[in-house]
């Protein structure tokens, strides 16, 4: 079982910039894949990020050159940093990590941007 905290979400203008940080509990996630996707109120739940084990990156079209994922395996922490965020952007943005065995979702973070 793998517990999953995010945090770092809150209010901020458009053109602002927010970092949030995913936290893991559990000896599997330096080998695991995380990923970012958001969910926007009355859509469907939307692929952000990920990055694999070994540190490989994809990225959703609509955040591309904008966002940033990273990890710190040492820290059990993933990271999504934000930039040049617009109202479009709002959601609760969930961490989740997964194997081939294994699928884990953290409770999310609520994300605001307005205009």
């Known amino acids: 079982q793998v517990q999953l905290v995010e945090s770092g979400g809150g209010l901020v203008q458009a053109g602002g910039s927010l970092r949030l940080s995913c936290v893991g509990a559990?000896?599997?996630?330096?080998?695991?894949?995380v990923g970012w996707y958001r969910q926007a109120p009355g859509k469907q739940r939307e692929f952000i990020a990920l990055?694999?084990?070994?540190?490989?990156?994809n990225y959703g079209d609509s955040v591309k050159g904008r966002f940033t994922i990273s990890r710190d395996n040492g820290k059990n922490t993933a990271y999504l940093q934000m930039s040049s965020l617009n109202p479009e952007d709002t959601g609760v943005y969930y961490c989740?990590?997964?194997?081939?065995?294994?699928?884990?979702w953290g409770q999310g973070t609520q994300v605001t941007v307005s205009s």
């Open positions: 990055i694999s084990s070994v540190g490989h990156i």
């Open positions: 989740r990590v997964w194997g081939s065995a294994y699928d884990y």
């Open positions: 559990g000896n599997i996630f330096r080998v695991s894949t």
